[in-house]
């Protein structure tokens, strides 16, 4: 089932600490702490598969990697490495905690999401000519933290129209990967089903009954 809406937790990494460390050396007694890498960003991509949103039907978080602490010898924290994950064009991203509301227009078209916290400050970086044994470093700030609601829109580019049983659900098929139900009777497809062709969206739409534009409907339900 083609799932078009649905709200997901998104966390970017934290940045790692800065480190209080100092020299072992007998000869020089410096600072040596070093800084916490930064986190990794949560950003998504455009692509064309309209089923991309099923992901989340199990997996209703995505968390980026925190960045390392801070080691000593100057070795700074690793970074955390940013998640891009994959979502339908047409997708409409609402930010419950801010409002923010921001749409993937375009396949490969990336937008940030959650933007990852810094690494802190090793205390290194603190020493000065009046303080050369700093005993302070800072700590990794927070990733971004969000409530997102994904909704799908389904704008066809193009839309097969026809009388029942002309061969709409047919063409789909074989044109994309969708999979719309074909038989030989009239008004076999009930609901427009999708399908991707290259960068366009097609859409293939229940069979025309004559009259009905006239509300001269028959009982049959379209
Ligand atoms: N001979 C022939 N039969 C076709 C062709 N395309 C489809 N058919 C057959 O026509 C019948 C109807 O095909 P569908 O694709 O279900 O037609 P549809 O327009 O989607 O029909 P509804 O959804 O009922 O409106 C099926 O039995 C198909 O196998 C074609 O190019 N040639
Ligand atoms: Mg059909």
């Known amino acids: 089932m083609l799932i078009d809406n649905i709200t997901i937790r998104v966390r970017a990494g934290n940045g790692g600490d800065g480190t209080v460390a100092f020299n072992t050396n007998l000869m020089s007694r410096g600072p040596t702490g070093a800084d916490g890498g930064h986190g990794g960003s ?4 455009g692509v064309s598969d309209l089923n991309a949103l099923s992901q989340f039907s199990n997996k209703k978080e995505l968390i980026a990697e925190d960045g390392g602490k801070g080691g000593q010898q100057f070795r700074d924290g690793s970074d955390g490495k940013d998640l891009i994950c994959k979502i339908p064009v047409g997708t409409v991203i609402n930010t419950i905690e801010n409002g923010n509301v921001q749409e993937i227009l375009h396949i490969g078209e990336r937008i940030l999401i ?11 970086k603190f ?11 800072e700590k990794g ?6 409530t ?13 129209v026809g009388l029942p049983n002309a061969g709409k659900s047919s063409l789909l098929n074989e044109l994309t990967r969708a999979k719309s139900k074909v038989a030989n009777y009239p008004f076999t ?5 999708l399908g991707v062709y290259y ?8 069979g025309l009954i004559e009259g009905a534009s006239g509300g001269n409907l028959p009982n049959q339900k379209i």
């Open 42 to 45: 949560v950003y998504f991509e």
């Open 114 to 124: 959650a933007k990852s916290g810094h690494g802190g400050r090793g205390n290194f």
């Open 127 to 137: 020493r000065s000519s009046t303080n050369t044994t700093p005993k302070e470093s």
């Open 141 to 146: 700030t927070l990733g971004e933290d969000f």
């Open 148 to 160: 997102i609601r994904l909704e799908l829109k389904l704008i066809a580019d193009i839309g097969l």
């Open 189 to 193: 497809t009930l609901e427009p089903s």
């Open 199 to 206: 960068e366009l969206i097609l859409a293939d739409i229940p």
